[in-house]
């Protein structure tokens, strides 16, 4: 599976601690920035990864700053990209199962990087729940 990962300067220590985590765990990733913490705008990131997964350059796209409120925001702008803000395993879990998520934000400061781990297993182990959900997902893409 293919993830493109991107952070913001907040983001930066965890996307690199992810990064390489997922790499132990199989995964092909392609590490879309920044090289250091020095201080970035996140959109500049959150355009990156919302592309490579728009694209098809990526399956999903794996986003970090300070909360992932705002990588989330950026990333939705990107026509085909359906990005969740995700603090747990449960939301982790529904965001794929309901809304077939292919882009997943993380905060940085404010969720320890175990649990943001678990988070990612969770996510990538949940498969879309298709069925009743699947015409709500094709109403999101619409408003693209």
Do not use: W
């Not at 250091?36 to 728009?54: F, G, I, K, S, W």
């Not at 909360?67 to 990209?81: E, S």
């Not at 934000?105 to 990087?113: K, M």
């Amino acid at each position: 599976m293919r993830v493109s990962i991107g952070a913001d300067h907040a983001g930066f220590e965890q996307k690199q601690a992810l990064a390489a985590y997922l790499e132990s765990r199989g995964f092909e990733v392609c590490d879309r920035g920044p090289a250091n913490d020095d201080r970035v705008d996140y959109p500049d990131y959150a355009a990156l990864v919302a592309a490579d997964v728009a694209e098809g350059a990526a399956d999903f796209g794996v986003l970090v700053c300070g909360t992932g409120i705002g990588m989330a925001m950026a990333a939705d702008k990107v026509p085909g990209v359906r990005a969740a803000n995700i603090i747990n395993t449960e939301f982790a879990a529904l965001c794929r199962e309901h809304n077939d998520a292919n882009v997943i934000t993380l905060s940085g400061r404010f969720v320890p990087l175990e649990e943001n781990e678990r988070i990612l297993d969770t996510f990538f182990a949940t498969e879309f729940g298709g069925g009743r959900h699947a015409s709500r997902v094709e109403k999101i893409m619409q408003l693209d």
